[in-house]
């Protein structure tokens, strides 16, 4: 069925509209509450699709680094799709069992650090706005393999509960949350393991965090220079993985392949939407890429990952708030 959907993305006759949104409805498991509802998300649905044709077409024509394809957030708006995320695959894999003792004293040209195994895999926040905790978690995990070649899952609903008791899930994200969130870890000794303080999605609740399960310790945080891509490539290519908040939009939303540039993306901190991981860099066709991890499962992007533009004067404004964790 996704087939289906897929050979339609270019060029689709009109007279063929209802049958594509029919197929879409089917593939996602897609139902609405009354017919109103369904030709308002229909309406959003056929204008998303016509904006992935057009895409597609420059990707084809070599006008474009990036191709994006239909997913079952099509049919959202962009507030929702920033606010909420729908349920998705929690698998993802962790890459190869060889670990480094030290972190390089080099910067090399390219590393993915999912080649150490020290990546933990990609899971999906579903219908909360926490992509800071993800973020967090994923890169201290990240470290942890690296400096203490220990394999921990760690909890994202602890930090969801207790950084701050006014977060709500329906709230645009406060860029103040990723620096909160490392200082919170700092102070509080640890952060307990994901086994001991699960995911609960949409539910935010009173702090239950306890000192007898903590998976992890920080002695610290550190801030990448604002807006500096040379200094992220050496933390990232000599220390370890890095979060970062970006700005994103739909047609990040409906990333497929290639390497991701939108010369509309800006970098201030007025529309920064999204957390997330840089782990690694690279090159591909051409393009110098930063290999990022999401938190949307793995039907998003490549298994859960995409290639932004790296070298492109901070396109994204990947560089602007950048952190990683002292071990």
Not at 104 to 115: G, L
Not at 233 to 249: A, E, M, N, S
Not at 260 to 271: A, K, L, R, S
Request: some cysteine; hydrophobic content about 35%.
């Amino acid at each position: 069925m996704k087939l289906f959907l897929l050979c339609f993305l270019i060029l689709i006759p009109a007279f063929l509209a209802s049958e594509v949104w029919d197929s879409f409805k089917k593939t996602y498991n897609k139902s609405y509450a009354t017919l109103g509802e369904e030709n308002f998300r229909k309406q959003i649905f056929l204008e998303r699709l016509k904006i992935i044709e057009e895409q597609n077409h420059k990707f084809e024509r070599g006008l474009s680094s990036f191709s994006v394809t239909i997913n079952q957030f099509a049919d959202l708006t962009k507030e929702e799709l920033f606010k909420t995320k729908p349920d998705g695959s929690q698998g993802g894999k962790v890459g190869s069992s060889a670990r480094p003792s030290r972190p390089r004293e080099d910067v090399p040209d390219s590393i993915d650090w999912r080649d150490y195994g020290v990546i933990t895999p990609v899971v999906d926040q579903m219908f909360c706005e926490s992509c800071w905790a993800f973020a967090v978690v994923g890169t201290v995990e990240a470290h942890v393999g690296i400096y203490r070649q220990e394999d921990v899952r760690l909890s994202q609903q602890n930090l969801v509960d207790c950084v701050d008791i006014n977060f709500d899930c329906d709230q645009y994200l406060d860029i103040q949350m990723v620096d909160k969130t490392y200082q919170y870890i700092t102070d509080n000794n640890g952060i307990d393991t994901v086994e001991s303080y699960p995911y609960e999605s949409y539910n935010v609740g009173p702090c239950r965090f306890s000192s007898e399960t903590i998976g992890a310790k920080i002695a610290g945080y550190v801030n990448v220079t604002e807006g500096d891509e040379e200094e992220l490539k050496t933390v990232v290519g000599t220390i370890g993985p890095v979060t970062v908040v970006i700005t994103t939009d739909m047609m990040w939303g409906a990333y497929q392949n290639g390497v991701y540039y939108n010369e509309d993306c800006m970098n201030t901190t007025e529309i920064f939407n999204h957390v997330v991981v840089v782990v690694g860099y690279g090159n591909e066709n051409g393009e110098d890429f930063w290999l990022v991890k999401n938190s949307w499962g793995t039907w998003f992007g490549q298994e859960g990952y995409i290639k932004m533009a790296r070298n492109r004067d901070n396109n994204c404004g990947i560089a602007s708030i950048a952190r990683y964790p002292i071990m």
